[in-house]
Nanobody, 121 residues
Framework: VQLVESGGGLVQAGGSLRLSCAAS????????IGWFRQAPGKEREGVSC????????DYADSVKGRFTISNDNARNTVYLQMNSLKPEDTAVYFC???????????????WGQGTQVTVPS
């Protein structure tokens, strides 16, 4: 099982990034993919998730209206489009796989290594 994140980087406040999560080694359609983030000294936070079977989604209040999650089941890939980025969005972003779309990390079976997003203040 492998989840590989990409697309992180440094972007000025108000800018955009698109993160990708490429999955392999499991039946993608049977899982939801979630995005989580963790800033230094802070707890891990659920950001968004999408159910691969019906594309239902959920978002943390802190990112609603700014972030959009989507999937490409043909490519076993999930994207997180992040717009209007703020310094408080700075964190390592992880994708993970779980049977259901929930913004709670303990539900997730498989995790990627993470990608850094930095928004300077």
């Amino acid at each position: 099982v492998q989840l590989v994140e990409s697309g992180g980087g440094l972007v000025q406040a108000g800018g955009s990034l698109r993160l990708s999560c490429a999955a392999s080694g499991f039946t993608f359609d049977d899982y939801a993919i979630g995005w989580f983030r963790q800033a230094p000294g802070k707890e891990r936070e659920g950001v968004s998730c999408i159910d691969s079977s019906d594309s239902s989604t959920d978002y943390a209040d802190s990112v609603k209206g700014r972030f959009t999650i989507s999937n490409d089941n043909a490519r076993n890939t999930v994207y997180l489009q992040m717009n209007s980025l703020k310094p408080e969005d700075t964190a390592v972003y992880f994708c993970a796989a779980a049977p259901l779309c929930r913004l709670i990390g303990v539900w997730y079976d498989y995790w990627g290594q993470g990608t850094q997003v930095t928004v300077p203040s």
